[in-house]
Structures are given as structure tokens and as C-alpha cells.
């Protein structure tokens, strides 16, 4: 099996920071990209950050300038440092990451149960 796991979620303050990790494991042959979704109460899941499996990255213009996303390929694993977090910021982030299982070559997109970000005033 195939699975993400997310770590580092909690509550802070206002301007504060945060780093969130996601691990995958199991049996993949290669990962292609990965990224951090949210979703705030009330709110559709938005896509906040992804990177290549090159390093190219691309935000959301709500983030721009405040997270930053970055991978380890060898430990399969990618993580979102958050800074200068908003009250708005709230919300739980999902780790996604598309990835092809060994022995039947078969693409799966993989998401992560979540972690929840709360930011106070």
C-alpha cells in the first residue's frame, strides 16, 4: 500500500511560524509531483503550494512570499515552512502527491488525512 502522512500542524500566533511535513511510503517506483492543499470551514480545498520533481514551484497568491515548499526525494518526502502566518491562514492542509506503484506501473494521486494550521489574532 501507498500512503501520506502529515506532521507538524498546531496553533499559533498571529506572525508566527510553522513547518509541515508529509512522508510517503510503500511501494513506489516514482514520485512526479507534489503539493499542500487546505480547506477552511465553510471553504472548497484550495490548492496552496507544488513542486515539481525537478524543484519547480508554484503558489497560491494568498502565500506568495510567506511559505515556501520544498522536497527530499530520498526520503520521499515534502514540506511546507509557513511564515509570517494570518488568522486567514486557518484551516487543515492536505499533502498530495501524484506517484507510480512498483510492479503495475499504475499512477495513483495520494492524499494525506491532514493536519490542522490555527492561527490566533
Known amino acids: 500500500q501507498v500512503q501520506l502522512v502529515e506532521s507538524g500542524g498546531g496553533l499559533v500566533q498571529a506572525g508566527g511560524s510553522l513547518r509541515l511535513s508529509c512522508a510517503a511510503s510503500?511501494?513506489?517506483?516514482?514520485?512526479?509531483?507534489m503539493g499542500w492543499y487546505r480547506q477552511a470551514p465553510g471553504k472548497q480545498r484550495e490548492l496552496v503550494a507544488v513542486?515539481?520533481?525537478?524543484?519547480?514551484?508554484n503558489y497560491a497568491d494568498s502565500v506568495k512570499g510567506r511559505f515556501t515548499i520544498s522536497r527530499d526525494n530520498a526520503k520521499n518526502t515534502v514540506y511546507l515552512q509557513m511564515n509570517s502566518l494570518k488568522p486567514e491562514d486557518t484551516a487543515v492542509y492536505y499533502c498530495?502527491?501524484?506517484?507510480?506503484?512498483?510492479?503495475?506501473?499504475?499512477?495513483?494521486?495520494?492524499w494525506g488525512q491532514g493536519t490542522l494550521v490555527t492561527v490566533s489574532s
Open positions: 498530495n502527491a501524484g506517484l507510480i506503484v512498483k510492479v503495475s506501473y499504475t499512477y495513483l494521486e495520494v
Open positions: 510503500g511501494s513506489i517506483l516514482g514520485i512526479n509531483a
Open positions: 513542486i515539481s520533481s525537478g524543484g519547480n514551484t
